[in-house]
């Protein structure tokens, strides 16, 4: 996996410095620049999964994943910059206001990654030039331990026809194109499941299909 994804990161890294020279040439080809930024979008939250998935693989040979306690606040704060660069083209709002001041959860750098690669996808979901998410958190319990409870909500974003929370919970999903569209938000499933937490999602418009909700439970940082 190590090499492998060495491997794929470089190319990423040689097709985005390609897309950024389509960008930034001089004249005014709009829909050329226009497609490059959305493929470079794409390039780079590829670049970001594989990063993670490295990270959660270290972290978990080592033993390392509830070694440190994460504040929410601050967690959700400073992905937010890091999300709204990654999508110039659209104008991407986190309300993370109702998330309590003192909420720590247990995981360390994987709680980050799980978070920026499930408000990653959820911008990718979102067809309109807006993507507007929604996170709010509360207190409860989890195996008899104090835990948060996670939701997080966009009414913008559209989950693809067939994925629902069955197939989050699948470990091979029996279309692997459809799990290819949310493939943030399913490795962000495997990264609470491993901290011990639960991960579940659900459409907002059960008809229509719009609208994605996930609901996150990691234990609490008093939790032994």
């Not at 004249?27 to 050329?32: A, F, N, S, V, W």
């Not at 998330?99 to 799980?114: F, I, P, S, T």
């Not at 709010?136 to 693809?160: N, Y």
Request: net charge negative; with cysteine.
């Amino acid at each position: 996996m190590d090499l492998l994804s060495h491997d794929i990161l470089n190319k990423n890294q040689a097709t985005l410095s390609y897309l950024e020279l389509i960008h930034w040439q001089p004249g005014d080809e709009r829909k050329t620049k226009e497609f490059a930024e959305l493929a470079a979008s794409q390039v780079k939250a590829s670049s970001m999964l594989l990063d993670s998935v490295r990270r959660f693989i270290y972290s978990t040979r080592k033993g390392e994943m509830l070694a440190a306690h994460v504040s929410l606040p601050d967690m959700f704060a400073s992905v937010v910059d890091d999300i709204s660069s990654m999508f110039p083209f659209k104008r991407v709002t986190v309300d993370a206001s109702e998330v309590a001041a003192g909420a720590k959860v247990q995981g360390g750098q994987c709680v980050q990654d799980l978070f920026m690669n499930l408000l990653v996808n959820l911008v990718q979901l979102s067809p309109e030039e807006e993507a507007a998410i929604e996170v709010k958190a509360r207190e409860g319990s989890l195996g008899g331990e104090p835990c948060w409870h996670i939701t997080v909500a966009s009414g913008t974003a559209v989950m693809p026809q067939g994925v629902g929370d069955s197939v989050f919970a699948r470990l091979a999903p029996p279309d692997i194109s459809k799990m290819a569209r949310v493939s943030g938000a399913a490795f962000a499933g495997s990264i609470t499941r491993a901290l011990g937490g639960t991960f579940g999602a659900r459409a907002i418009d059960t008809d229509g299909g719009a609208g994605c909700v996930f609901d996150v439970a990691l234990k609490g940082a008093e939790a032994s």
